[in-house]
């Protein structure tokens, strides 16, 4: 608008020379204004997305011991033959009901992380999945948040948390970052909701793999306190249901708990972290 103006009330010279001065002036504001569009635009996008929150992975300057630590895992040391089942990106009405059901016939339990836009759509599978086990937090729409500034993720987690809680009439006690990723607000985020942060030890598919290659090099590598990653969401997990009956039986054959990750927290032996203390149990506990 302001160029506009400029305009009607500049008239061009008449001169050759004038007129290619007057043009080039045009030209430089026209393009400073495009300049101050641009950046107000990505100074916008930055308030999402980006990683110039330098302030993320700092606690506010107030009394809050829920802020004092984070606890993150992706194994217990314990000598009990127990192994935590996770499944992550749920509910899913096309593969959460078989997994479930699998799961109930082998007598194991296990931790669903869900998300909550499919857990608001399908609150019937979060309860199922809460009696048979336990649910965590994945965020809202698993986003990468490790690409996201401190408001964004305090919503993602904060929706979650709330509607878990509502269908399940139990807090989370749990959240596992989506794609594992971590950064200051994600931290913090779970921090102000007293989480363990939860990764893992092994996946139950891997890509390129066969069903049987996988089932194999799990059984062969199974150690007490493992934390296994599956996935009943979020695309084709078809292969997840070819590989858990082989799964769960050699398992159970070689004599090892399917529990939750909760469960297999408790189990911790307190064993020496190599920092000159013993493990606590997990925030909340």
């Known amino acids: 608008m302001g160029i506009g103006m400029g305009m009607e009330q500049r008239r061009p010279p008449s001169s050759p020379a004038s007129r290619r001065a007057f043009l080039r002036g045009v030209a430089v504001t026209g393009g400073a204004a495009a300049l101050a569009t641009g950046g107000a635009a990505k100074a916008a996008a930055a308030r999402d997305h980006g990683t110039g929150d330098r302030l993320a992975a700092t606690a506010p300057p107030w009394p809050d011991p829920d802020l004092a630590e984070l606890r993150l895992v992706w194994r217990v040391r314990t000598e009990r033959r127990a192994i935590a089942l996770t499944f992550d990106d749920g509910p899913d009405p096309r593969w959460t009901p078989r997994v479930l059901d699998l799961l109930a016939e082998a007598g194991a339990r296990a931790t669903f992380f869900c998300c909550g836009e499919p857990a608001r759509l399908h609150p019937e599978l979060v309860r199922r999945a809460a009696r048979l086990g336990e649910v965590g937090n994945h965020s809202w729409s698993h986003a990468d948040l490790a690409t996201l500034n401190t408001a964004p993720v305090g919503r993602e987690l904060d929706q979650t948390h709330q509607l878990l809680a509502s269908l399940t009439g139990q807090p989370p006690t749990l959240f596992r970052p989506p794609y594992g990723n971590l950064r200051g607000a994600v931290l913090l985020a779970a921090a102000r909701h007293r989480y363990g942060a939860i990764l893992w030890t092994d996946m139950v598919q891997h890509a390129a793999s066969t069903p049987a290659a996988d089932t194999a090099r799990l059984l062969a590598h199974a150690a007490p306190g493992q934390i296994l990653l599956a996935h009943d969401g979020r695309g084709d997990r078809a292969g997840i249901l070819e590989r858990l009956p082989a799964l769960l039986h050699g398992?159970?054959?070689?004599?090892?708990e399917l529990t939750t990750v909760s469960?297999?927290?408790?189990?911790?032996?307190?064993l020496d972290d190599g920092l000159g203390g013993s493990r606590e149990g997990p925030p909340g506990s």
């Open 263 to 270: 469960d297999l927290l408790s189990f911790d032996d307190g």
């Open 251 to 256: 398992l159970r054959g070689d004599g090892f």
